[in-house]
């Protein structure tokens, strides 16, 4: 036996610690999409100085099931103001943020009828003093995806992007606007959409928002969104099926409290593009 040749084992490359997508560049980002992990603030990992940052566990870690989350400027939980987001959301849902100002704060709570329920609290700067990147994670918050403030276009009658080309999409944002029925702009048949005004029209502040494959806000099955939001707020819907069913109430705790139905088609045998408004919902996005 004779050794013709040898060859050392390489090492593994260390994985890539290539930062993510700026939030920064070339302009703050207008829009930031912030998916609530479920993580412990020891799991945090972004490249803010920590005199910027600031995340505290009040429950010992991480964070599972449905809570309510807050998303405003205001550092205590307690005092009420107008925020970016507010609902009750399961562990693992993606929220879009907008209109932030120098300092995000965030409050999780398990109880969205008591403002001490906090399980963890993070604040992070939002200026772009600070770095702010898609997957910095800040406790159970991590970033991922940002859209940079540009120029608002002129308006167009040009029909927005397909959200069945080149596939059907797999995720939509859709913005609560508040309109009513009578504002809907939207290419399904008339026979596929549905939009019916329980009290009148339009609608403001905070609604229960519940969007699911079931036409009855009364019966109870797992739903693609369910929570109390901000009217002017982007919901993310994903796993639809073909007919997407939304219900907004004015009472989270009263499925007969409905103040606009909307029923419309999402499996691509009808229209379904960026800028389609269903009555109260306007699809923003669609990936």
Same mark, same amino acid.
């Given at each position: 036996v004779e050794i013709?040749?040898?060859s050392p084992e390489e090492p593994t490359p260390p994985p890539s610690e290539e930062p993510g997508e700026d939030c920064c560049s070339p302009s703050k980002a207008l829009q930031l999409a912030l998916q609530v992990t479920g993580d412990g603030c020891d799991s945090s990992a972004n490249g803010q100085d920590s005199d910027k940052f600031e995340c505290i566990d009040y429950a010992g870690g991480s964070i599972s099931g449905d809570v309510y989350v807050r998303v405003s400027d205001e550092v205590d939980a307690c005092v009420s103001t107008d925020a970016y987001f507010a609902g009750t959301i399961a562990v693992g849902s993606i929220i879009t943020i907008s209109g932030?100002?120098?300092? @995000?704060?965030?409050?999780?709570? *398990?109880? &969205?009828?008591?403002?001490? /329920?906090?399980?963890?609290?993070?604040?992070?700067?939002?200026s772009c003093s600070q770095p702010l990147r898609i997957g910095d994670a800040f406790g159970a918050v991590e970033i991922t995806e940002c859209s940079p403030e540009e120029p608002t276009p002129p308006p167009s009658e040009e029909p927005g992007e397909d959200c069945c080309s080149p596939s059907k999409a797999l995720q939509l944002a859709l913005q609560? @606007?508040?309109?009513?029925?009578? *504002?809907? &702009?939207?290419?399904?048949? /008339?026979?596929?959409?549905?939009?019916?005004d329980y009290a009148g029209g339009s609608i403001s502040g905070d609604v229960y928002v519940r969007v699911s494959d079931e036409v009855d806000a009364c019966v109870s099955t797992d739903a693609y969104f369910a929570g109390t939001i901000?009217?002017?707020?982007?919901?993310?819907?994903?796993?639809?099926?073909?007919k997407t069913f939304v219900h907004i109430l004015s009472d989270a705790t009263d499925c007969n409290s409905?103040?606009?139905?909307?029923?419309?088609?999402?499996?691509?045998?009808?229209?379904?593009?960026?800028?389609?408004?269903?009555?109260?919902?306007?699809?923003?996005?669609?990936?």
């Open positions: 013709t040749e040898c932030y100002s120098s300092k @995000t704060f965030v409050h999780i709570l *398990s109880d &969205a009828t008591d403002c001490n /329920s906090v399980v963890q609290f993070v604040e992070f700067h939002t609560v @606007t508040g309109d009513g029925c009578d *504002s809907s &702009a939207n290419g399904q048949d /008339s026979d596929k959409f549905e939009c019916i901000a009217v002017g707020s982007i919901i993310t819907i994903s796993g639809y099926s073909s409905v103040v606009q139905f909307v029923e419309f088609h999402t499996s691509c045998s009808q229209p379904l593009r960026i800028g389609d408004a269903f009555g109260a919902v306007e699809i923003t996005e669609c990936s």
